[in-house]
């Protein structure tokens, strides 16, 4: 069954480095998304992509936050500028059609900032 | 997107069917009702979805009032593997704008299956 691969699985940075978060969508579908969860919440929406740009983004994807499709294959979060704040699981998802069912979710990066 | 109401955590005894609620009482006509799970700290997992038929896979069984306001997942034969956090979601997948397809997560049931 086709999946979602993130990488790396766990990352540590200090405070004020920068990260970049990849994952590799299932190769036929469009919509991209990245969520993530802190520790004991709920799984939070980040920025949905389609189309090579950004069609949503919540109150959290601040100006620190970006997302890139380089290549066609790759779907890239990067944090410019990593606060405390950031450490939680990343998770990456993809979809096939805009009116289609199920996501498909990567297994996530668990981002540590100290 | 509706909001749901769902238990925070329910029991089940392994081989027994688990019956996870969800109530949705403000759905609206275009909504479906997804079901994803979430298996400790792993990503969300795509079970299920309906939009007023039952509904029926290799996962689960997804049973939805004649109303929509309320809905239930089904695992037939729960096993321990099934131990996980379920989320019930509602949207519209024909919603354009600014919805591309964003899933809103509340907190789930917690289902415990013990041997």
């Known amino acids: 069954e086709p999946e979602v691969t993130q990488t790396p699985s766990h990352q540590v940075t200090q405070m004020g480095q920068e990260v970049i978060l990849r994952c590799v969508p299932i190769?036929?579908?469009?919509?991209f998304y990245w969520y993530r969860q802190i520790l004991g919440q709920k799984v939070e929406f980040l920025v949905s992509f389609y189309n090579n740009e950004i069609s949503e983004k919540s109150e959290i994807f601040d100006d620190q936050f970006s997302v890139e499709r380089p290549d066609g294959s790759n779907f890239t979060l990067k944090i410019r500028s990593t606060k405390l704040e950031d450490s939680a699981m990343y998770f990456c998802?993809?979809?096939?059609?805009?009116?289609?069912?199920?996501?498909?979710f990567g297994s996530g990066t668990r981002l540590t900032v100290v | 997107d509706a909001k749901t109401t769902q238990p925070t955590s329910m029991d089940c005894a392994e081989g027994r069917a688990a019956n996870l609620p969800c109530n949705h009482s403000?759905?609206?006509?275009?909504?479906?009702v997804y079901w994803y799970r979430q298996i400790h700290s792993q990503g969300p997992q795509y079970i299920i979805h309906?939009?007023?038929n039952n509904e029926t896979n290799e996962m689960a069984s997804l049973i939805i009032t004649e109303d929509r306001k309320s809905s239930t997942l089904i695992l037939p034969h729960a096993t321990l593997r099934d131990t996980a956090v379920y989320y019930c979601i509602v949207r519209d997948p024909n919603a354009g704008g600014t919805s591309y397809g964003k899933l809103t997560f509340g907190q789930g049931t917690i289902l415990t299956v013990h041997p």
């Open positions: 190769s036929n579908h469009l919509y």
């Open positions: 998802a993809s979809r096939k059609e805009e009116y289609s069912y199920g996501y498909t």
């Open positions: 403000t759905i609206s006509g275009n909504e479906y």
């Open positions: 309906g939009l007023k």
